[in-house]
């Protein structure tokens, strides 16, 4: 699997810390607004390319709530822990090589 870019993953970062603590109807009202923006779209490919990445992630985020009772916390989704642990193994065996 390939990494994801460093701009995707600041996109990512920052739609989990402002999804934290929101319920399924705030979070869909958040996709809802960020397709909105996307729609209106004048913004410059990077800029774009970000909110794309972020709208992904409020989609997944949206998903993740969809049968989850209660408000979001990326301490509680498997994508988030899943994708640290990943991480964690990565740094650990580049200090081996």
């Known amino acids: 699997m390939d990494e994801p870019i460093p701009s995707a993953r600041a996109a990512w970062s920052s739609v989990r810390e402002q ?26 490919d990077e800029q774009r390319e970000r909110r ?15 049968d989850h009772d209660g408000p979001y916390d990326p301490a509680s989704d498997p994508f988030v ?3 640290l642990a990943g991480q964690q193994d990565r ?6 090589s």
């Open 81 to 83: 822990q899943g994708e």
């Open 52 to 66: 794309e990445s972020e709208e992904e992630e409020w989609q997944r985020i949206v998903e993740t709530l969809a």
């Open 19 to 44: 999804a934290t603590g929101m319920t399924h109807h705030e979070a869909k009202a958040a996709l809802r607004a960020i397709q909105h923006s996307l729609e209106e779209g004048s913004a410059a």
């Open 91 to 96: 740094e650990a065996a580049d200090r081996i």
